[in-house]
């Protein structure tokens, strides 16, 4: 009996040694993932030899991998994306720009636009960046012929955000039924279109409509800041809706684009337009 026992301990006691060799063979194992991931992760910066993202001539450490960290400086050509690119974390130090070109941009981790750094977005198709900066740096969304804002990153989506592009046929949208949140100053540029259709715009510092800009809202209860200095802020829902109003002014130029007899626009109950 005596036997029996011995040997059932000792073959409890290898049971719990292997299970204790197994754990340690797995946590080695995972050091030596981590360890290799830190070694081939290297940070890269742009030379500015030429234009093309996936030159490995354009970078000092090769062409940026999930793993690596791309580091934008202000010298030379500024990249622009002919290829979807992937990074870890992405800088876009001050004075340099990035241009997505309509391309997807994955950042695994961070996004830094640093100072006067802008990152350049067509807002059509396919292009997406998968993360924002909201505290520096500027996104100009510059197509033509408009596009969408994006507006699902959360509050705040943009730090500052400049809209330079789209026509009156074919504003820029934002992303349907969410809050276009800016933690800083949002402007339209001259001749260009942003309709917010009934979707929130939110703005902590300057919103400015430049001379030539325009702002299209539905009135159909979004909120929005206004411009009393400049620009155009074009109510165009063809059902009516409700003029807002802010304050002695109200707007710099105002349009009326909707409402029918007998769905027209009001103004807010008890105010002066």
């Known amino acids: 009996m005596d036997g029996i026992r011995r040997r059932s301990t000792q073959k409890n006691d290898d049971c719990v040694e292997g299970s204790f060799s197994r754990a340690r063979f797995f946590v080695s194992v995972l050091f030596l993932f981590l360890s290799a991931s830190a070694l081939f992760s290297v940070t890269t910066n742009w030379t ?162 430049v001379n030539g800009g325009f702002l299209f809202r539905s009135g159909g209860g979004e909120t929005a800041p206004t411009d009393t200095n400049s620009g155009t802020v074009r109510y165009n829902n063809a059902a009516g809706g409700t003029i807002v109003e802010y304050g002695a002014t109200d707007y710099y130029n105002l349009e009326i684009d909707g409402g029918t007899l007998g769905s027209p626009y009001f103004v807010t109950a008890a105010t002066t337009l």
Not at 154 to 169: C, E, F, K
Request: proline share 4%; no cysteine.
């Open 48 to 209: 500015g030899g030429g234009a093309n993202w996936n030159d490995p001539f354009n970078w000092d450490n090769g062409v940026p991998t999930g793993v690596d960290d791309a580091v934008i400086p202000n010298v030379g050509i500024q990249p622009v994306m002919n290829v979807n690119g992937t990074t870890n974390n992405l800088t876009i130090q001050t004075g340099a720009t990035l241009d997505v070109n309509g391309r997807v941009l994955t950042i695994n981790l961070t996004l830094d636009i640093q100072g006067t750094g802008i990152l350049y977005r067509f807002g059509t198709g396919g292009e997406d960046v998968t993360q924002t900066d909201t505290n520096s740096g500027t996104v100009e969304y510059r197509n033509p012929a408009g596009g969408t804002v994006k507006s699902d990153y959360g509050t705040p989506d943009y730090y500052n955000l400049v809209i330079n592009g789209g026509t009156s046929a074919s504003p820029y949208f934002v992303t349907a039924a969410t809050t276009l949140s800016v933690a800083n100053n949002l402007t339209i540029q001259n001749a260009e279109y942003l309709d917010i259709q009934t979707n929130d715009l939110s703005v902590t510092g300057t919103f400015n409509i």
